[in-house]
């Protein structure tokens, strides 16, 4: 044993263990923080990230075993990231490791080398023959239809061109490049690389130079460099966000500093990558779970290096490292999907204001309707509000109009005051959106003599009858069985109760025998390209009548939707769950946003039976603030969030009696770690007790101290490691829940 103690590093590896591990490096083997790792563990050999070194270790470090290999030759992870990773292990209670080695790419975690700068991606375009032959529908093949008619869509292609990865996000699938090269040979496709590739005049020239409006101008000024002051940029669809958003980003890359764009969901909401595309032509890394690991590896790569100085990805994408970080901007910052349903729960809205600090830089908020969380903020004067409130193509604001449902009776969902509505838009030549947020044919089957209803076998959830399909599917799990003929119990009829899109659809069908009627939720889009073709064939027509989920209220431009109709509006008011009213009212301005985009403003009609319920009486598509007022009151009162904080643990067995018996057991060190001002409710049955054949339970903490909040569950986590509890009992923390369901 020598007198000079050997160096130790502390190394993060992918185990759900709550803690770094000591190594000790061997003589003449350099590691510093953010290098990957191999290290022994156990009888295997891991790849792990270095998070601390020079560090005193509580064991004797004779005994510690060495670091066997080290994979990089810089850090991979700056300072920055690894703050925000630890950060958010702590704040999520989730174990370092996992956090750590999930922020990067998988190859990366298996051990593979950091890629050496890769070619620039080429852009795809449409030739003219391409061009023809789509619209002479020529094109046989399904997906090559799709890969042509998406670069031949503006929204989607900007300038008519996208490199593959972009095309592979939007189509939710990856075109080989065999199957671009083959559309190539036929002459309807051609490649470029980007820097042959002019910047599109229709994007830079126009769009770049043209007057931003005085409030648009105001945000573009609103942000200061280096100021880490979160920023909400309020606007409905229409209102210049995105314009906004490239503004500020024009001028962050011209400082020479990186842009970081997280998005929702790729698939639904192409534009928006594509037109940072064509305004940073060649400058742009995509980050989304459709993309092949090595495409996923290389775009990291070029995020990591600096060479990408736009940064466009989903959730995950928050973790990518950037040299030079100047802004952060999450668009539709209200979407559930920011927050990662399991494993490591966190919220990419909120870890985002996180490294905003922790980078020093800005973070810029987009929504039409920003979360109450965040408007709350804004009112306290943490984030810069910066609305937008007049479009910058002059149309007037729709009109909300409600109808009576106790008065006029809905039959298969629609009320004769919706249905001249619709008659009358489309007298005008205008399209009519029908929303209705529920899927299926019929919701339930029911038998009204014996009070049977097709329950899921394993889950506690009804079974959706779906048109055409002879199977009856549940919506959660996944089971599906044929739809008896009969009551299974008594023998009589059964009755199809509720509605849902593939209903409607008929109804709307019967009403409007001569109009095209197109249908947008996900059982019609399921296969591939089959949203690009919906979408295209939506701003093809002029009269026609969509109806679908709130599919509908997502970004997409549709520029002749004179009238939007809200079939059931109740359905999400009286919910129980925690944010199902914020939801529905999202919906209901999302849905807005559709109407009246062309040159005559649309109208809202929205079918309730509590027409006089304060939400709907103080609905104002135009001033989300205002409208969400008495939401925000009611969450003061009961001290809910942004008033108040809440984590659930949430408890899964094989059965009920290990469910309920172990909750109860968990819940004792957290009511005894219980700091003043930290309430435990429960354990209680998960609202949907039964999931897939395991039985759920859940105990809720509230409470107005994050941090009390926090210690508590930091101390109910030690207690319950000594526990020995059975192996198959899965527990889950879950911070800042996005629903109590
Ligand atoms: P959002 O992201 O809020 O939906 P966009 O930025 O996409 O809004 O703007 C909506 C439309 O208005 C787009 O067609 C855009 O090109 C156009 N637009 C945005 N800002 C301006 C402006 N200052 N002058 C003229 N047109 C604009
Ligand atoms: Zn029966
Ligand atoms: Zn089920």
Do not use: W
């Given at each position: 044993m020598s007198d000079t103690p050997s160096p130790i590093v502390r190394v993060a590896i992918d185990r759900p263990l709550d803690r770094l591990f000591d190594y000790r490096l061997p003589a003449g083997v350099e590691a510093v923080?953010?290098?990957?790792?191999?290290?022994?563990?156990?009888?295997?050999?891991?790849?792990?990230?270095?998070?601390?070194?020079?560090?005193?270790?509580?064991?004797d470090p004779a005994r510690l075993r060495a670091v066997a290999e080290v994979l990089d030759p810089t850090p991979l992870l700056p300072p920055s990231l690894r703050e925000l990773l630890a950060f958010g292990s702590r704040y999520y209670h989730h174990p370092i490791g996992e956090v750590v080695?999930?922020?990067?790419?998988p190859a990366l975690r298996r051990g593979r080398p950091l890629p050496e700068a890769a070619t620039p991606e080429p852009l795809w375009a449409l030739t003219a023959d391409g061009r023809a032959a789509l619209q002479a529908g020529a094109i046989r093949g399904a997906r090559q239809r799709a890969i042509l008619a998406t670069l031949a869509d503006p929204a989607a292609a900007p300038g008519g061109r996208l490199d593959r990865p972009t095309l592979s996000g939007i189509l939710g699938r990856r075109p080989a490049p065999r199957e671009m090269e083959r559309l190539a040979e036929h002459g309807w496709l051609e490649c470029r690389?980007?820097?042959?590739?002019?910047?599109?005049?229709?994007d830079t020239d126009a769009a770049a130079d043209r007057p931003l409006t005085p409030e648009q101008q105001a945000a573009v000024d609103a942000l200061t460099p280096g100021e880490a002051r979160p920023l909400l940029l309020e606007g409905v669809t229409g209102s210049g966000k995105t314009e906004v958003y490239l503004r500020m980003a024009q001028r962050v890359v011209a400082r020479g500093e990186q842009v970081l764009v997280l998005i929702p969901e790729i698939a639904l909401t192409p534009q928006l990558a594509a037109r940072i595309q064509a305004r940073f032509p060649g400058q742009v890394a995509l980050l989304h779970s459709g993309l092949a690991e090595g495409e996923r590896l290389r775009a990291w790569a070029s995020a990591a290096?600096?060479?990408?100085?736009?940064?466009?990805?989903?959730?995950?994408?928050?973790?990518?490292?950037?040299?030079?970080?100047?802004?952060?901007?999450?668009?539709?910052?209200?979407?559930?999907?920011?927050?990662?349903?399991?494993?490591?729960?966190?919220?990419?809205?909120?870890?985002?204001?996180?490294?905003?600090?922790?980078?020093?830089?800005?973070?810029?908020?987009?929504?039409?309707?920003?979360?109450?969380?965040?408007?709350?903020?804004?009112?306290?004067?943490?984030?810069?509000?910066?609305?937008?409130?007049?479009?910058p193509d002059g149309t007037a604001p729709p009109r909300v109009e409600t109808v009576d449902t106790r008065v006029h009776t809905p039959d298969e969902g629609l009320t004769p005051p919706l249905l001249d509505a619709m008659q009358a838009t489309l007298a005008g030549g205008q399209q009519c959106f029908v929303l209705l947020n529920r899927r299926g044919?019929?919701?339930?089957?029911?038998?009204d003599h014996c009070g049977w209803v097709a329950d899921c076998r394993h889950c506690d959830a009804r079974l959706t009858i779906h048109a055409g399909q002879p199977r009856a599917v549940c919506h959660l799990c996944g089971h599906h069985e044929p739809v008896p003929a009969r009551c299974p119990d008594c023998g009589a009829e059964l009755a199809r109760r509720g509605l849902g899109t593939q209903r409607l659809e008929q109804a709307l069908a019967r009403h409007f025998p001569q109009t095209p009627l197109i249908r947008l939720d996900r059982d019609s889009i399921r296969h591939k390209g089959a949203l690009e073709e919906a979408l295209e064939r939506i701003r093809s027509l002029d009269g026609a009548i969509v109806v679908g989920t709130q599919m509908l209220a997502k970004g997409h431009d549709f520029p002749r939707v004179g009238l939007v109709g809200v079939v059931d509006v109740d359905q999400g008011l009286y919910s129980v769950d925690l944010r199902a009213t914020e939801h529905t009212l999202q919906l209901i301005v999302q849905a807005a946003g559709r109407a009246g985009r062309g040159e005559s403003g649309g109208r809202v009609l929205l079918q309730t039976g509590h027409p006089e319920h304060p939400l709907i009486r103080g609905l104002d598509a135009d001033d989300y603030t205002a409208m969400v007022r008495p939401l925000l009151d009611e969450r003061a009162d009961s001290g809910f969030p942004p008033f108040g904080h809440l984590a659930l643990v949430r408890v899964e067995a094989a059965d009920a009696a290990t469910a309920e018996a172990r909750a109860g057991e968990l819940a004792v060190p957290l009511r005894q770690a219980a700091a003043p001002g930290v309430r435990v409710l429960g354990p209680a049955p998960a609202p949907r007790h039964r999931v897939n054949r395991r039985y759920r339970?859940?105990?809720?903490?509230?409470?107005?101290?994050?941090?009390?909040?926090?210690?508590?569950?930091?101390?109910?986590r030690r207690a319950w490691e000594g526990m020995n509890l059975p192996r198959e009992l899965r527990i889950a923390l879950d911070v800042d829940p996005v629903s109590l369901a």
């Open positions: 923080p953010g290098m990957r790792v191999r290290v022994p563990f156990g009888p295997t050999r891991l790849t792990g990230v270095v998070m601390e070194d020079g560090a005193d270790s509580e064991f080695l999930g922020a990067l790419p690389t980007p820097d042959d590739a002019p910047p599109d005049p229709a290096r600096g060479d990408a100085r736009v940064v466009v990805g989903t959730r995950s994408a928050l973790f990518t490292p950037l040299p030079e970080p100047g802004l952060i901007v999450v668009d539709e910052e209200h979407d559930a999907a920011f927050k990662q349903q399991d494993g490591f729960r966190y919220n990419a809205r909120d870890l985002a204001i996180k490294r905003g600090q922790v980078e020093g830089i800005p973070v810029v908020l987009g929504s039409a309707t920003p979360t109450l969380e965040t408007l709350e903020a804004a009112r306290q004067g943490r984030y810069t509000h910066c609305p937008l409130r007049t479009r044919y019929a919701r339930t089957l029911a038998c339970e859940q105990i809720l903490l509230q409470s107005g101290d994050r941090r009390a909040l926090h210690a508590t569950l930091h101390q109910a």
